[in-house]
Each structure stands twice: as C-alpha cells, then as structure tokens.
C-alpha cells in the first residue's frame, strides 16, 4: 500500500524559514515524480514543486521561485521542501503528492502557519 | 498556465438523485501522446483529496461505479448517478497535461 507522511509543519514567523518531509513507503520511490500541493485555509489547491525521480529536474510557480527548495533522498525514501522566507500568504496544508501527470497517491498533509 | 473552470462551485443535492460537475480548460488537455490528463479529486472535511477519476473516465480502484467522468478537448463533466451521505465534500478537477498542474476552484457538494 502507497503511503506517504508528511512531517515538520508549525507556526513560523514572517521571514522565517521551515523544513518539511515527506516519508514514502510501499512503491519504489526512485522510480516516481513527486511534487509538493499546498492548500490555504478555506481555499483550492495550488501546485508548489515537482521533482523527477532522480532529483535532478525541479520546477517551483513563481509564487515560490527563489525561497522554496525542493530535494529528495532516495536512499531514505524521503521528499523534502525547504521553506525560506516565509510570507503571510504561504500559510497552507502542504501535501506531498506522487505522480507526474495524474497525482495517484496524496499525504495526510502538515499545516504550517505563517504569523508574528 | 491552463484555467481550470468549474461549475457549478456550490452543488445542493438530495440523496439518491443524480449531480453533475462540469470542468472546463482554456487549452485542449490532448497531451503529445493522445492522452488527455483530466482527472477528479474528491476532498471530504479535514481530510486530503483523493483521487476517484483519471485521464477523463478510468475509475480508481475502490470507486464506487455511480462516479463516472466523460469529455474531451477541454470541457469535461463528474456525474454521481445517485448521491448517498458519504458523497458530500469538495470534487476538483486537475490537469496533468501541460506543467504546472492547475485545479478548478473546486465544487462543494452538499445534501
């Protein structure tokens, strides 16, 4: 069975940074496009980052362009997102979500909330 | 990037009656292999969406047969042949065709 953990939200202040991690089991990792979705309070789905499966092709929107790093550690099975310069508005559930062109499997989702 | 419209976004429903969404793109979602990547989600309260259909009209597994989805080019339709409790949440869709993905604003289904 796909499972996919996320972990490291929490309350942030304005400029600050955070790290999240997605933790996937049950399919081969390695093989799989993964991309981080984030949804704001009350709000629809916004696509923040897509990885190729050996982590060397990365795209970001231009809403997070510049401050959001996304990496993988494909011996530890593991998605990352390195969060900096955090903003208001990035306040959201981040999810990690499989797939290149049809987003299969998604985590539970960690909320980080951006505020002073 | 490609405009994913959804309509209705605010869908009352009565239980065993049918409901349908409609998902409209600003591009043809025909992707350079003949596929077109149209999928639909279903988010209930407090929880992560999932998906229920792909490229257009395959059904996940698990999904009940009275969620069917149809269309092509760029107008797309979600039809619950008869809506039961279990039904109620956010439906979107989601194209895969051209990066970056892009959702609809999402349909709130409720009894």
């Known amino acids: 069975e796909v499972q996919l953990l996320e972990s490291g939200g929490g309350l942030v202040q304005p400029g600050g940074s955070l790290r999240l991690s997605c933790a996937a089991s049950?399919?081969?990792?390695?093989?799989?496009?993964m991309n981080w979705v984030r949804q704001a309070p009350g709000k629809g789905l916004e696509w923040v980052s897509v990885?190729?499966?050996?982590?060397?092709?990365?795209a970001y929107p231009d809403s997070v362009k510049g401050r959001f790093i996304s990496y993988r550690d494909n011996s530890k099975n593991t998605l990352y997102l390195q969060m900096n310069s955090l903003r208001v508005e990035d306040t959201a559930s981040y999810y990690c979500?499989?797939?290149?062109?049809?987003?299969?499997?998604w985590g539970q989702g960690t909320l980080v909330t951006v505020s002073s | 990037d490609v405009v994913m419209t959804q309509s209705p976004l605010s869908l009352p429903v009565t239980l065993g009656q049918p409901a349908s969404i409609s998902c409209r793109s600003s591009q043809s979602l025909v992707y350079g292999d003949g596929k077109t990547y149209l999928n639909w989600y279903h988010q209930r309260p407090g929880q992560s969406p999932r998906r229920l259909i792909y490229?257009?009209?395959n059904r996940d597994s698990g999904v009940p047969d009275r969620f069917s989805g149809s269309g092509s080019g760029t107008d797309f339709t979600l039809k619950i042949s008869r809506v039961e409790a279990e039904d109620v949440g956010v439906y979107y869709c989601m194209q895969g065709s051209h990066w970056p993905w892009t959702f609809g604003q999402g349909t709130k289904v409720e009894i």
């Open positions: 990885i190729s499966g050996s982590g060397a092709s990365i």
């Open positions: 049950g399919f081969s990792f390695s093989n799989y496009v």
């Open positions: 490229k257009v009209s």
């Open positions: 979500v499989r797939g290149d062109q049809t987003g299969d499997s």
